[in-house]
């Protein structure tokens, strides 16, 4: 079985920075994409960042400029770089992966790391 453990959350200022990691161990197969997602209390998981084996990137409006999600093939590991926080990036943040794997793709989940950003 697969498992994605995330490390780098807490508490900063506003202004501050972050790195989140999520690392992938396991049976892991072929990676096709590593990502981030979040979710803040009362609403929907939104997509954050994405990262493909090809190291193609896709971000969400809300963070184009301030994050930077980047990859670790050796590792298993993908990266979240957080500059200039805000109070509105305070969510639970998840790890993701789309692992291919017996010609079958799959989606992995990890735990969620608590990101708060305080006024």
């Known amino acids: 079985q697969v498992q994605l453990v995330e490390s780098g959350g807490g508490l900063v200022q506003h202004g501050g920075s972050l790195r989140l990691s999520c690392a992938a161990s396991?049976?892991?197969?072929?990676?096709?994409?590593m990502g981030w997602y979040r979710q803040a209390p009362g609403k929907q998981r939104e997509l954050v960042a994405t990262i493909t084996s090809g190291s193609s990137t896709r971000y969400a409006d809300s963070v184009k400029g301030r994050f930077t999600i980047s990859r670790d093939g050796a590792k298993n590991t993908v990266y979240l770089q957080m500059n200039s926080l805000k109070p509105e990036d305070t969510a639970v943040y998840y790890c993701?992966?789309?692992?291919?794997?017996?010609?079958?793709?799959?989606?992995?989940w990890g735990q969620g790391t608590q990101v708060t950003v305080s006024s």
């Open positions: 396991g049976s892991i197969g072929s990676i096709n994409a």
């Open positions: 993701h992966a789309e692992l291919l794997r017996w010609n079958l793709r799959n989606n992995y």
